[in-house]
DNA sequence: TTCGTAACGGTTGAG
DNA sequence: TTCTCAACCGTTACG
């Protein structure tokens, strides 16, 4: 694919890279203001991401407990195992005249599937006319109850369970506005109680800050906070994500990194290139008076048990992925952000 | 003013 | 290797 060359701004200033999520600390971010109490309204202009976004990303993180993307991309895993197709062949075997539909309930009943990857009628049918059609419709294709099977075309695993695969997609990250549009969060939240001030991410947000001269002009691929690798890239929902690491098309060699910012302190799963980067110029959280309390927002990001979600989406892809968001959380915090300025 | 959401244009990755 | 398609993304605009 194409690289971006360019994040885009939006209508508060902030930076985004159409069709790739926020980064996770922002994601983050957006969740522990939230439940700091920080309205959403504010949370949007504050973190200059759309009220959209953080009206999704919250709801999002209420109906799942995840504060992560969902997986962008690829398909859905099939649901026309080859188990489920020799189930259908079966059944279509004892009783030719069965109907898609009977066909689906005998599926469910017989927990060949279960409700999330039981086949639709019309996959079914097609299952039946391209895959046994000799025995969904006898008038035309019968050749006799000895008809060897077709082996299943399809080399996938027989694997009925269908997981909803959840990635960290950690992308860009602001780096301020474009020439003309670095307005400073000083000029929108003056006040030192402001939520930046008091979580301690004006420079984080604030273009004015953490713009170069020329603002914002860098390419993608040469900011120095955009590099998925920085992120987790251990399994994400059960899945091995190691690909994730090389998902990222704007990503930078690390020669690029060490150019724009000192070696990044924290472990290479932080998001230190979307909060250190150019960042790390104007904002040396370490050390300093503003390092992060990160015990209270540990107990602001206690994850919701997936209760709701057990029943919406198969429940174990999702407790791997919450453990995943908590070690992407955690590495957020190690950034040692600075949340509290007490 | 705030918030929810549909529409839109974009990216991504499995098949 | 290339293409297709359906998933997701964040922004914008509207109510």
């Not at 996959?123 to 059609?133: D, P, T």
């Not at 990635?167 to 969060?185: E, M, Q, R, Y």
């Not at 003056?190 to 604030?206: E, K, Y």
């Not at 690909?243 to 998001?271: A, E, R, V």
Request: with cysteine; aromatic share 6%; charged share 15%.
């Amino acid at each position: 694919m194409e690289q971006p060359s360019y994040g885009e701004v939006n209508q508060l200033g902030g930076v985004f890279v159409n069709g790739r999520p926020l980064p996770n600390a922002i994601r983050v971010r957006i969740v522990e203001l939230a439940q700091l109490g920080i309205r959403p309204c504010d949370i949007s202009r504050q973190l200059r991401v759309s009220h959209g976004c953080v009206s999704k990303i919250l709801a999002r993180y209420h109906e799942t407990g995840s504060v992560l993307p969902g997986a962008i991309g690829g398909s859905k895993p099939r649901v026309t195992t080859p188990n489920v197709v020799k189930s259908i062949r079966e059944y279509k075997r004892a009783d030719p005249g069965m109907f898609a539909w009977e066909i689906r309930d005998r599926l469910l009943a017989d927990g060949v599937c279960d409700k999330y990857n039981v086949p639709s009628v019309s996959s079914i049918s097609r299952i039946l006319r391209n895959k046994i059609g000799n025995l969904s419709q006898p008038g035309q294709h019968e050749t006799g109850g000895g008809v060897k099977p077709p082996a299943p075309p399809i080399p996938y695993s027989p694997v009925c369970a269908y997981s909803y695969p959840n990635t960290i997609s950690p992308t860009g990250a602001k780096l301020g506005g474009p020439p003309g549009v670095g307005v400073g969060l000083s000029r929108a939240w003056p006040s030192v109680h402001t939520v930046s001030n008091i979580l301690g991410i004006r420079a984080f947000m604030d273009p004015s800050a953490i713009a170069g001269p020329e603002g914002y002009q860098q390419k993608m691929e040469e900011w120095p906070c955009v590099n998925r690798t920085s992120f987790p890239s251990h399994a994400v929902n059960g899945i091995d994500r190691s690909p994730i690491d090389t998902d990222i098309k704007y990503n930078q060699s690390p020669s690029s990194l060490s150019g724009y910012m000192p070696p990044c302190p924290y472990s290479s799963p932080s998001q230190c290139g979307v909060y250190g980067g150019n960042y790390g110029h104007h904002w040396q959280p370490q050390g300093t008076g503003l390092a992060h309390n990160d015990s209270h927002l540990h107990t602001a990001m206690n994850f919701k048990p997936p209760s709701d979600v057990a029943d919406r989406k198969p429940p174990s892809p999702l407790i791997k992925q919450q453990q995943q968001q908590h070690e992407a959380l955690s590495s957020v915090h190690s950034l040692a952000l600075p949340t509290s300025a007490s």
